[in-house]
C-alpha cells in the first residue's frame, strides 16, 4: 500500500547509510550518492493520484530528518519535453510516475525545495553533454 512506501524508502536509507555511508565517512572518503533525502520528500510528498499533499509532505520530511544529511545537493534540471523523450527512449514500459503531469510536479517540487544547513546547487542540464555537466557542478563548488 502506498502508506508503507515511505517507510520501505527510510528502511533502506538507514541501513544503506549504516552500512555504506558512515563507515566510508569515517574512512575519510567522499560519498556522492544519486538519490538521498530530498528525493524521498518531493516524491513523497504526492499522493498516489499525483496530486500535492502538504500532509504527506510535512510527514516526509519528518520522517527523513533523523537521517545524516548531505553537506551538499545538487539538483540537476531540465525541460520536461526533454526529459520525457529520455524516458521514452530508456523503455517502453513506463512506471506509474513517467508520466508528463507527475514530473512536472516533481520539477517544481524539487525547484521549490528549501534548503536547510546544506548547499544546493541547481544545474540545467538540457543542453549540456555529461561532461558539460560534472565540469558545470565541479566550477560551481
Not at 530508456?90 to 525545495?113: C, D, I, K, W
Not at 544547513?117 to 540545467?124: E, L
Request: contains cysteine.
Amino acid at each position: 500500500p502506498p502508506v508503507n512506501l515511505p517507510l520501505l524508502f527510510a528502511g533502506d536509507r538507514s541501513w544503506h547509510l549504516r552500512t555504506v555511508i558512515l563507515p566510508a565517512l569515517d574512512r575519510g572518503e567522499t560519498v556522492v550518492c544519486d538519490r538521498y533525502t530530498l528525493s524521498s520528500i518531493v516524491y513523497q510528498s504526492f499522493n498516489p493520484d499525483g496530486l500535492f499533499n502538504t500532509v504527506r509532505a510535512q510527514e516526509a520530511r519528518r520522517l527523513n530528518e533523523i537521517f545524516y544529511q548531505p553537506d551538499l545537493t545538487v539538483i540537476l534540471t531540465c525541460d520536461i519535453e526533454v526529459c520525457m523523450k529520455r524516458i521514452a527512449a530508456r523503455s517502453t514500459a513506463r512506471q506509474a510516475m513517467e508520466n508528463e503531469p507527475f514530473q512536472r510536479s516533481v520539477h517544481s517540487a524539487y525547484l521549490s525545495h528549501e534548503p536547510t544547513t546544506n548547499k544546493t546547487i541547481v544545474f540545467d542540464t538540457h543542453k549540456h553533454t555529461p561532461e558539460q555537466i560534472v565540469r558545470g557542478v565541479m566550477e560551481r563548488l
